[in-house]
């Protein structure tokens, strides 16, 4: 089941930039309810938090500086904003939606996941 569509991933090289979207759609979302955010997973690596929303954003060290999480309520969509890409930013990045604000960066904290983008940074 597909509970969020995202897109915007693809190939590219080291330094590179990409914008990934999620959209939420038959859902309408309030930062007052929902939180969204990015997870990704490299081949043979546990999910990783990458950043959240629900006011501000918060970031994984690894991608703080470089990354910015965003949100359009009135578009019920999140995005990442990607700058800089490091090869070790290859990975598929799921969008997801909580209601539950604690621990936002836990992933099994999510109820609503979207299918999944790869994103490949060569060199």
């Known amino acids: 089941q597909v509970q969020l569509v995202e897109s915007g991933g693809g190939l590219v090289q080291a330094g590179d930039s990409l914008r990934l979207s999620c959209a939420a759609p038959?859902?309408?979302?309030?930062?007052?309810?929902?939180?969204m955010g990015w997870f990704r997973q490299a081949p043979g690596k546990e999910r990783e938090f990458v950043a959240a929303?629900?006011?501000?954003?918060e970031y994984a060290d690894s991608v703080k500086g470089r990354f910015t999480i965003s949100r359009d309520n009135d578009k019920n969509t999140v995005y990442l904003q990607m700058n800089s890409l490091k090869p070790e930013d290859t990975a598929v990045y799921y969008c997801?939606?909580?209601?539950?604000?604690?621990?936002?960066?836990?992933?099994?904290?999510?109820?609503?996941w979207g299918q999944g983008t790869q994103v490949t940074v060569s060199s």
């Open positions: 997801a939606v909580t209601t539950d604000m604690s621990r936002l960066r836990q992933w099994n904290k999510y109820a609503y």
């Open positions: 038959g859902r309408t979302i309030s930062s007052y309810i929902h939180a």
């Open positions: 929303i629900r006011w501000s954003g």
